[in-house]
């Protein structure tokens, strides 16, 4: 691989109500604004020369990739590495009700209710991009959401996971050449090997 572009979804249902789904057979479409917002980054990338696009299992993310490479013949990837998290008892709760739990606790503690620990979280992102990193098309587009991005992003400059990170801004692409994405994967995989919080 030549190029990895990373691009979170666009504005779902959820996300437009600060709540949070991590539950695949949950119904989460883009809202209005959401498709217009996958319209505007299959603008960004139409002379893009996209060999495969992968995204999560999640309907947003889907959705996100069909709208953006509406009228293109792109080969899909469906990696449940890079889901969101299973927020456990948070599910469809207040996402801030979830970030204030999780900057708050052990990254090795787990969601009440049945939900992933950070830890967890960031060893599949890791699986995730090492995969991606092993693939043969020279440009891959990733749609998925806004924490495996914020992780990978950070870690590119060389930033380990935090208890708290900024979201990612809706359908904007972020372009990462083999290098940076190594780096990013070594960053959070050490991390992993000896978690900070």
Known sequence: MEELILARHGESEFSLRGAVNGVVAVACPLTATGVEEAKRLGEELVDEPI??????????TRQTADVALAGRD?????????DDPRYGSFEGGPLEDYRAWASSSPSSLAAPGGGESRLAI???????LR???RREERTVLLVAHSLPLAYALAAR???????R??????????????ARLARAADVLEAWCAAPTW
């Open 122 to 128: 960031v060893e599949r992102y890791v699986r995730g």
């Open 165 to 178: 990170v900024p979201l990612v801004e809706y359908a904007k692409a972020y372009r990462l050449e083999p």
């Open 74 to 82: 792109v080969p899909r990837l469906v990696l449940a590495e890079f």
């Open 131 to 133: 995969s991606l990193q």
């Open 157 to 163: 400059e060389g930033t380990p996971p935090g208890a």
């Open 51 to 60: 060999d495969l696009c992968v995204t999560s299992r999640f309907e947003r």
